[in-house]
């Protein structure tokens, strides 16, 4: 495939999701299903935004709360509160989001570069800013934002669980 024609495709295509009135968007490959708000099991001195750990058919996933992670306020969860169930580096996990929109496919025309803010604030996990007609999307990559510490507290909590 040549340079220029790659360059016009688009990137991927993405799970558009609201947290609060912000809108995000994750890769769709890390994307295993959409799930209605379950209970979860709570681990004593977890991190705020760890919710507890679930059963899905047989298998125990942890889940957290992106509202909570990413500081966007934390809503009512109702049985209608959805849940991503996704695959970061090989291990599933939940995270609960305010609702799930559409799934989208952004050409590169329409991704901007991440804006440039105060560096002591962490968002390296927002690698594009996606414009689709009045709105913005941030684009987050899972991998940066649930970092290492993150995958070895879940992976724990499952283990100490199941």
Same mark, same amino acid.
């Given at each position: 495939?040549?340079?220029?024609?790659?360059?016009?495709?688009?990137?991927?295509?993405?799970?558009?999701?609201?947290?609060?009135?912000?809108?995000?968007?994750?890769?769709?490959?890390?994307?295993?299903?959409?799930?209605?708000?379950?209970?979860?099991?709570?681990?004593?001195?977890?991190a705020p935004y760890f919710k @507890?750990?679930?059963?899905?058919?047989?298998?125990?996933?942890?889940? %957290? /709360? $992106?509202?909570?992670? !990413?500081?966007?306020?934390?809503?009512?969860?109702?049985?209608?509160?959805p849940i991503v169930i996704l695959?970061?580096?090989?291990?599933?996990?939940?995270?609960?989001?305010?609702?799930?929109?559409?799934?989208?496919?952004?050409?590169?025309?329409?991704?901007?570069?991440?804006?440039?803010?105060?560096?002591?604030?962490?968002?390296?996990?927002?690698? @594009?800013?996606?414009?689709?007609?009045?709105?913005?999307?941030?684009? %987050? /990559? $899972?991998?940066?934002? !649930?970092?290492?510490?993150?995958?070895?507290?879940?992976?724990?909590?499952?283990?100490?669980?199941?």
């Open positions: 495939m040549n340079e220029e024609r790659k360059s016009q495709e688009s990137p991927g295509r993405f799970l558009c999701f609201s947290l609060g009135k912000e809108k995000f968007a994750m890769p769709l490959l890390q994307v295993k299903e959409v799930i209605a708000n379950t209970e979860t099991t709570s681990i004593p001195q977890a @507890g750990i679930m059963n899905l058919r047989g298998q125990v996933i942890s889940v %957290i /709360d $992106l509202r909570i992670k !990413l500081k966007v306020g934390k809503a009512e969860a109702t049985p209608e509160t695959d970061v580096n090989g291990l599933s996990l939940g995270v609960v989001v305010d609702s799930v929109n559409s799934v989208t496919g952004f050409e590169n025309s329409m991704i901007s570069e991440p804006p440039v803010h105060d560096s002591s604030t962490k968002t390296d996990y927002i690698f @594009g800013v996606a414009r689709h007609e009045k709105d913005l999307t941030l684009l %987050i /990559d $899972l991998k940066k934002l !649930l970092n290492t510490d993150d995958v070895k507290t879940m992976k724990s909590q499952s283990m100490k669980a199941a």
